[in-house]
């Protein structure tokens, strides 16, 4: 029989709308920002945490679920003009392999080192995901 995750003190993932709303928890998070338009990309994930990327009109946000934690954190945020624009923006992210199943990411000269899941990124690559996100909004 297995223990229910409550049981064990451990909470369900957020969905992907709850954390988009979770940027207004943000210090520079403004009114202009709408986490209804907000785009989201689900980078990493193992069986007890996740990182998402969210995207506003103005900002980045990385999120990071830890399912043994009270509730997800927003662990930075950029404004999108530090990337640059459009073709630019891929410019400011590169990749590199850490396991076989995982890789290592750098979005910007400020956020290095950032675990995603090989898998996610079978058909279009995590740059071109992550470029893709800047460029909406």
Not at 9 to 18: H, I, L, P, Q, S
Not at 70 to 82: C, D, F, G, L, V
Not at 86 to 98: D, F, L, P, V
Not at 109 to 122: D, E, R, S, V
């Amino acid at each position: 029989m297995k223990l229910s995750s409550r049981i064990l003190g451990y909470r369900e993932f957020w969905g992907e709308e709850d954390i988009r709303f979770l940027i207004k928890r943000s210090k520079n998070f403004t009114s202009d920002e709408s986490p209804d338009k907000a785009k989201s990309l689900l980078i990493f994930q193992t069986s007890k945490q996740q990182t998402w990327l969210v995207s506003t009109s103005k900002r980045l946000y990385c999120i990071l679920d830890d399912i043994r934690k009270r509730s997800p954190k927003i662990q930075w945020s950029t404004a999108k003009e530090s990337f640059g624009s459009g073709a630019n923006y891929i410019a400011a992210i590169s990749t590199r392999t850490k396991t076989e199943k995982t890789g290592l990411v750098d979005i910007g000269p400020m956020h290095k080192n950032w675990l995603y899941t090989k898998a996610f990124f079978n058909k279009v690559s995590i740059e071109k995901e992550i470029d893709a996100l800047l460029s909406k909004t």
